[in-house]
């Protein structure tokens, strides 16, 4: 019987595996390419592929994997052997993936291709992909308003004021986001980082290019969005816009194109950054040979040919001829650029310069002063890693309270009682392993994971342990004033202003509608309450994204509905996010909605076991409706909204969705809770996982201080 | 304290009438207790009273005020739930002083008007406690305190004794009579217990499906019953009802040998109380099936022919045997009409 048994295990482990493994054998004999086009450019890749694999004989599996998780999949798949033979992307992390190592060298194509593109892809000497496209930003204008497009800054300028007038607009672009600036940065004679990797953004023409910029923007909408610049190019009020030509078929109208025009102080070119799109092979490939085959098909001029016919791309091949005038203008215009920096550095520079950017569009901020604060910024991220500790003491110190531990543990097993006990208990403690293992792999595990990591740097790739020095630089603000937004201090009032003010009105809310529901002239009460309930049933990133659209300056809902309401005739023009408490607001008003249905719905069950009589006697008692709320509801409510209002604080605390999603912290990262900011030293300040997990330490710290805190208050354990 | 009168009053839920025209004139200081069977309205009535529900139709007054659209607050009412309705979470203290409190009295009077109720009803030693912590009559004088406290012009007591058990029922009885003897408020005082209603009642007032069926002294209620309902409902063990016909001065119960000499022609009801029967001689005869021992008397049960039963009540000791055939004499015979079950004169 229990040979039958082990027999049937054994089978069912040997179905999981080929479960697993299948996928890799069925394509075994593939060639894989990961790319993430939609559309056209789709289309025209599949064909190119088709024809490359008509002529070898190689099947070919195309796979299209979403943008936004690109680089992380690759990043993760190619070291684990589960990547692509072939993935196409743009060469802005080539430096990280050459150190990563997650590449193989394309071999010399010189001559086949435009300079720009050769640039762009050589690093130490070697060329890394084989270069398919061209993309950057150009002037794109509507050729039945503008006869000849601008060749100056001037120019522009006259000709933009000119075009501005009720409600239209001269030129339009994306002016609050670095990768827009970029043209005038470079135009002015500046750059994000020098060759060292130094930010520099405090120079003369950084300020000039600024100033410049603010110019521009004084003539258009306040910080518009990408797709509230092809709006108005689609509803034809905006003469010009600066955007790329992967925008082109989403604007609906006609358009012509100019390359960016010349810096008229300086003399020079606007110089946009350039994309250049490569096919890389991967590294760990089945079949590297056949990769390197396809990659040079697809870049050479046949393949060329069919990406620029179908998939109207401008593309790299030197002899290919560019089949209309707004390719050969991104043609021109790459000629007239500057290669995206792929040294990883350059993102500490982007923070800086964005809030610069939007603090001096805003006009709160003079551009001096901003590049200054912005220069600051990135050099502070810039900086090295704490130094490395002596590991010793550390390792001495949990040696000894894990010695302490144990002694602890085995004094207590002296007592024969408690081994008897044990002993006869031995099976309980077996069927409560499962659960046991549970804990410790999902919660115990990555907690002291994480706990550990905050005692060691992350810099480029490396690793190197520092001991506490992370939280010495968090807790006594070492690079930040205790003012400053970037400061723990800071970022702890807000997420506890946060914190209280969101459980506050969740609580009002909450218990104001149910006791509203309970009313006895309430009609359709199932109907309201799954109304009322359903904020809380849609996943809070919709949400989130819905608030923040309805925030939005320009064509949000908030805006025009308080347009109505003061009847001014017109929507608003608040630019929520320009402010802390206007942000602050926004952040607010969006998790109040996410947060009221789950306190109305403890309060509903809590009301059912308060009997209508102790209100009933408050009544006879003379006591008003407020003081039966006071004095009778609201106390018998507590046991059950306590517990309640402990588990809402400590998940509005780490509501890292709203923050990310409404206010992305504006203004000026002060909108920034603990955990959104963990998650940009993480994420988007130059990888700084040691940082992120002391926050995350911290924050763990804070929040089980403040449920003892609660307990304590409650009087007894409620959690 | 103040006289209530209530004028027509209706109490309608949709199309559901719970009371239907109830007129009442209580003289300030009366004991009024409402008794009927489940369902009658009394409870409904009383919260009109109260405030809880609202009038209909009809008017009532308190203290000569028409008090019909008035909250609960502007009555000065108070009452006692049957569940008590102690407020959980406060202590005893706060608890039978929260009417002054919300009526925001300097502190110091209500110290001293919570103490002084609390002395006259034994509480002082539980003061400080919380409901949880008393047993049911605890609870129950708590409860009645806190009315007390008030002093209002009426109380409205809600099935007050009925979660007490049998003894310290009989003793709350007693100890709420000489309450009343003692604040002489108007009371009015819900129960389906009748005992209760006997001995606590100035007046009784008898309720069936929401029509008032006779209101009177539980001497009058349980002498002169004006109908067959108020004359099963009030005694205990309760009259039996038998139909009879009268032809020239005497009654012949339908299908039984033996006349009454009692006026009245045609069809009629007789009612007959267990205390008003002899046994031993008499113009009836009935089998006794059981004999129920209470004590100081024992309760026959008799049956005098197909359909026709009836208990006796005889001192103790009592010497029948169950099966013997006894003769019954009917002391006082209740005539009711045949149809409409209303006393006959």
Redesign the interface.
């Known amino acids: 019987m229990k040979a039958r048994r082990a027999l049937q295990a054994l089978l069912l482990c040997g179905v999981v595996v080929a479960c697993l493994l299948a996928p890799t054998w069925a394509h075994a004999a593939d060639l894989t390419v990961w790319h993430a086009y939609r559309g056209a450019e789709e289309a025209a890749l599949r064909e190119a592929v088709d024809r490359f694999a008509e002529g070898r004989g190689h099947r070919v599996r195309l796979v299209s994997v979403s943008f936004g998780v690109y680089d992380s999949k690759l990043e993760t798949a190619i070291p684990r052997g589960n990547g692509p033979d072939l993935f196409i992307a743009a060469q802005g992390n080539l430096g990280k993936w050459r150190r990563m190592g997650l590449l193989v060298p394309a071999g010399d194509v010189s001559g086949e291709h435009r300079d720009p593109a050769i640039e762009a892809l050589t690093e130490g000497g070697e060329l890394w992909g084989q270069p398919l496209a061209f993309k950057s930003l150009m002037l794109i204008y509507d050729p039945e308003v503008i006869d000849t497009p601008p060749r100056t800054t001037d120019e522009l300028l006259a000709l933009s004021a000119a075009l501005t007038e009720d409600g239209r607009y001269g030129l339009v672009y994306e002016a609050g986001t670095p990768f827009y600036h970029a043209p005038w940065m470079h135009g002015f004679g500046g750059a994000a980082i020098d060759e060292m990797g130094e930010p520099t953004l405090d120079t003369r023409a950084q300020v000039d290019a600024l100033t410049f910029a603010a110019e521009l923007a004084a003539l258009m909408p306040t910080a518009p969005s990408a797709d509230r610049v092809s709006s108005l190019y689609t509803e034809g009020r905006a003469a010009m816009i600066i955007d790329g030509p992967w925008r082109v078929a989403d604007l609906g109208r006609r358009v012509a194109a100019a390359p960016l025009p010349l810096v008229s102080p300086t003399g020079e070119p606007a110089r946009p950054y350039l994309t250049v799109e490569a096919a890389f092979v991967a590294a760990r490939g089945q079949d590297p040979e056949a990769a390197a085959e396809l990659a040079s098909f697809l870049s050479g001029v046949d393949g060329a040919q069919i990406r620029q016919e179908v998939g109207r791309q401008a593309v790299t091949a030197s002899r290919v001829v560019p089949s209309d005038p707004i390719l050969q203008v991104q043609l021109d215009q790459a000629a007239r650029s500057e290669p995206l920096p792929t040294d990883p550095e350059v993102q500490s520079a982007w923070e800086g310069l964005a809030r610069a950017l939007r603090q001096v569009l805003r006009g709160t901020v003079l551009p001096d002063r901003a590049m200054a604060a912005a220069q600051q910024h990135a050099t502070v991220l810039r900086r090295p890693p704490p130094p490395p500790a002596n590991p010793w003491p550390y390792g001495i110190v949990l040696a000894l309270l894990a010695l302490a531990g144990l002694g602890a543990l085995g004094y207590r097993l002296r007592d024969p009682d408690l081994r008897r006990r044990m002993l006869v208990h031995a099976p309980d403690y077996l069927w409560i392993a499962p659960a046991g293992l549970a804990m410790v792999v999902l919660v115990v595990v990555p907690f002291l994971t994480g706990a550990a990591v905050a005692l060691f740097a992350h810099h480029q790739g490396e690793w190197s342990f520092v001991g506490l020095a992370h939280f010495i630089d968090i807790l006594l603000a070492r690079d930040w004033p205790i003012t400053s937004p970037m400061s723990f201090g800071f970022t702890l009032v807000v997420t506890v202003l946060w914190t209280v003010s969101n459980v506050t009105l969740h609580v009002v809310i909450g218990v104001a509608l149910a006791m509203l529901l309970r009313e006895p002239w309430v009609g359709l009460r199932g109907v309201w309450r799954a109304l009322l309930i359903l904020p809380w049933a849609v996943p809070n990133y919709i949400t989130a994204l819905i608030w923040r659209s309805l925030f939005d300056a320009q064509v949000g809902a908030i805006n025009a509905i308080l347009g109505l309401l003061l009847l001014r005739g017109e929507a608003l023009q608040i630019d929520w996010f320009s402010s802390f408490a206007t942000g602050f607001a926004a952040n607010l008003t969006t998790n109040t909605w996410l947060g009221f249905p789950f306190m109305m719905v403890v309060t509903l069950g809590a009301l059912q076991s308060i009997p209508r009589d102790l209100e009933e006697a408050a009544e006879v008692d003379g006591a008003g409706a407020w003081q039966r709320f006071r004095h009778v509801t609201w106390p018998m409510l507590m046991p059950a909204l306590l517990p309640a209002m402990i588990l809402g604080s400590v998940w509005t605390f780490n509501m890292f969705n709203v923050i990310y999603l409404v206010s992305a912290g504006e203004p000026d990262g002060s909108t920034e809770i603990l955990i959104s900011e963990a998650y940009r030293w993480a994420f988007s300040r130059g990888n700084r996982y040691g940082y992120a997990a002391a926050y995350a330490v911290l924050i763990f710290l804070v929040l089980l201080f403040y449920s003892r805190l609660a307990n304590r208050l409650a009087g007894r354990k409620v959690l | 304290m103040a006289g209530v009168t209530l004028n027509g009053l209706y109490k309608r839920y949709g199309s559901t009438s719970v009371l239907e025209g109830i007129d009442l004139d209580v003289e300030d200081g009366e004991y009024i207790v409402l008794v009927g069977p489940s369902g009658c309205g009394k409870s409904t009535l009383l919260r009109c009273i ?3 529900e609202e009038i209909t139709a009809g008017t009532l007054e308190i203290g000569g005020r028409r008090v019909n659209d008035l ?3 502007a009555r000065n ?3 006692v ?1 049957q ?1 008590y ?6 202590t005893v203290r706060r608890n039978m002083g ?2 002054l409190e ?2 925001r009295r300097p502190k110091a009077e209500i110290r001293e008007a919570v103490e002084d109720v609390a002395a006259m009803l034994d509480l002082v030693p539980l003061l400080d406690r919380l409901p949880g912590q008393l047993s049911g009559g605890q609870r129950q004088r708590v409860a009645m305190g ?1 009315a007390i406290v ?1 002093r209002p012009d009426v109380f ?1 007591f809600d099935e007050p004794l009925s979660n007490l058990d049998a003894s310290l029922r009989h003793h709350m009885r007693v100890e709420l009579k000489h309450l009343h003897r003692r604040l002489q408020t108007t009371v009015f005082h819900v129960t389906h217990d009748q005992v209760e209603a006997l001995t606590l009642a100035d007046r009784i007032v008898v309720l069936h499906q929401g029509v008032v069926q006779q209101v009177g002294t539980p001497r009058e209620l349980f002498d002169r019953p004006a109908n067959t309902f108020v004359g099963t409902f009030i005694g205990s063990p309760s009259m039996a009802l038998l139909p009879a016909v009268g032809a020239g001065g005497t009654v012949r119960i339908d299908g039984l040998e033996g006349e009454l000499e009692l006026p009245g022609e045609g069809a009629m009801t007789l009612g007959l109380r267990p205390t008003d029967i002899e046994v031993g001689r008499g113009p009836l005869r009935g089998q006794i099936e059981v004999i129920e021992s209470l004590g100081a008397e024992a309760l026959l049960h008799l049956d005098l022919g197909p359909d026709r039963k009836l208990v006796a009540q005889v001192p103790e000791p009592c010497q029948a045997q169950p099966g013997e055939v006894v003769s019954l004499l009917p002391r006082v015979v209740h005539r009711f009409h045949a149809e409409t079950g209303e006393r006959l004169p």
């Open positions: 109260a405030g809880l909250s609960p607050r009412v108070a009452m739930f569940s309705a102690l407020y959980p979470h406060m929260f009417a919300v009526a806190r008030r409205l």
